[in-house]
């Protein structure tokens, strides 16, 4: 028996300041997001015998075998849950963050904390605690308690930020990268707890959400932006010293991307001021990390502007697409052409991982030359492509299409055992 999934809800109308280059491009990732993302990963990416989420899908459109990461299907939580905000089926929602959510209770420690990887027979790899699935653990509450509504992820998510506050510091108003381990000091996973943080501000009033995302804040500007050259840095020593490479510092622009987008979103949500900071994150990354032949923006650039790492992956196109987008939303930042022009740039080029030769799979790495990685798309990607798609279409706004049906010939059982 198929089941079909239909396009529920219409997305909102367009936005008055959208330019049609950023709304066609909005049409077009929704297609790609809803006729084959979400069907093909609501299916063949839940792991119904080990509970969770594959960690990757092969390119034959099978499910990949092997290790997994825990946090994995944390991410799968809130791209679900964003799939439902933006119009998905309600019923195939619930049913894939539920068994998400399921699955990551399953796999948390006594106090809460989120273990790191399972062997691929679903016995523990890694029972260690590392910061960056802690932040997408509380993420993944989120999204599961604005979804599914109850009080339990609320207050698993209340416990959790407890026990990092107890546990995780390090110095400096920074956390540790892992309880068992000492040093370095990473920005990212700072970077995902106040994204964590912003989540949670929108559903629940709680002061110590708005505690956290202002202490993040305050070690970004204080630690780890380098207001010399306008970048983020990523590595620390436990005294909130920059940690070289050979006498340079290396520079992630898709990072650069993604802080500035949370800090545009800190200031709206929190109240915060965080000045020109955004913009010159943006222009740092742009001009440096995106590469003028490909228009792609590559893995990483040293401080001084020279490259790293000219490899591209699918997520900085996100989080370049993300920036524009928030920026253009900025009065104060004037340039909202040029903004909007980039912003349908990296769309476009986002397009491009997103057409592989099996429907729903994405390209990951694209070589300095220009071709294609060939390797099986991660399910962590979902994560940053939902949260690209969810931004173009709050910005663009799309009419959506009526009555779109999409096979998920899966989820009914899921469905049915949810009630």
Same mark, same amino acid.
């Given at each position: ?32 997001? *809803? ?18 989420? /594959? ?24 791209? +679900?849950? %964003? ?29 809460? +904390?989120?273990?790191? !990887? ?49 546990? *995780? ?38 002061? @110590? ?14 630690? +780890? ?6 970048? %983020? ?83 900085? @196109? ?27 740039? #990296? ?9 592989? !030769? ?20 991660? #399910?962590? !990607?979902?994560?940053?492509? /939902? ?8 910005? /663009? ?5 009526? #009555? ?11 469905? @049915?055992? #949810?009630?």
């Amino acid at each position: 028996m198929n089941l079909f999934v239909p396009f529920a809800r219409p997305l909102p109308p367009p936005a008055p300041q959208a330019g049609r280059p950023v709304a066609r491009a909005a049409q077009a990732l929704a297609r790609c997001l *809803f006729e084959d993302i979400l069907p093909l990963w609501a299916v063949v990416g839940l792991d119904h015998a080990q509970g969770g989420f /594959a960690e990757t899908i092969e390119p034959d459109g099978r499910a990949g075998t092997g290790p997994r990461r825990v946090r994995v299907s944390a991410r799968q939580v809130y791209a +679900f849950a %964003v799939a439902e905000e933006l119009g998905w089926s309600r019923m195939a929602a619930r049913a894939c963050v539920r068994h998400g959510y399921r699955f990551l209770c399953g796999h948390t420690s006594a106090h809460g +904390f989120l273990f790191h !990887s399972l062997e691929s027979n679903g016995s523990l790899r890694d029972g260690g605690h590392e910061l960056y699935d802690q932040a997408f653990l509380l993420l993944a509450y989120a999204h599961a308690h604005r979804l599914l509504g109850g009080g339990e992820a609320c207050a698993r998510a209340h416990e959790l930020l407890r026990q990092i506050l107890a546990r *995780f510091p390090a110095g400096g108003g920074a956390f540790a990268t892992r309880l068992d381990a000492g040093g370095p000091i990473l920005a990212n996973p700072h970077m995902h707890l106040l994204e964590a943080a912003l989540a949670w501000i929108e559903i629940d009033d709680a002061p @110590q959400w708005h505690a956290l995302a202002n202490r993040i804040v305050h070690l970004f500007s204080t630690c +780890f932006y380098d207001r010399r050259h306008g970048a %983020v840095l990523e590595a620390f020593d436990l005294a909130g010293k920059p940690l070289a490479e050979g006498g340079r510092y290396r520079v992630e622009p898709g990072h650069n991307f993604e802080w500035a987008w949370l800090l545009m979103r800190w200031e709206r949500l929190a109240g915060g001021e965080a000045g020109d900071l955004p913009h010159t994150l943006i222009r740092f990354a742009e001009t440096h990390g995106v590469d003028p032949v490909r228009r792609v923006a590559v893995n990483a650039v040293w401080h001084d502007g020279s490259s790293a790492d000219a490899r591209a992956r699918l997520w900085p @196109q996100t989080e370049r697409l993300k920036a524009w987008l928030a920026l253009a939303e900025e009065s104060r930042a004037g340039a909202v052409e040029e903004a909007e022009r980039k912003a349908a740039e #990296a769309a476009e080029t986002l397009l491009l991982y997103l057409r592989p !030769s099996t429907a729903g799979l994405w390209h990951d790495v694209m070589e300095p030359a220009g071709s294609f990685a060939a390797e099986p798309a991660p #399910a962590s !990607s979902l994560y940053h492509i /939902a949260c690209a798609i969810r931004k173009i279409l709050a910005y /663009a706004g799309s009419e959506g299409e009526a #009555a779109r049906r999409l096979p998920a010939p899966r989820l009914e059982r899921e469905a @049915q055992t #949810a009630h």
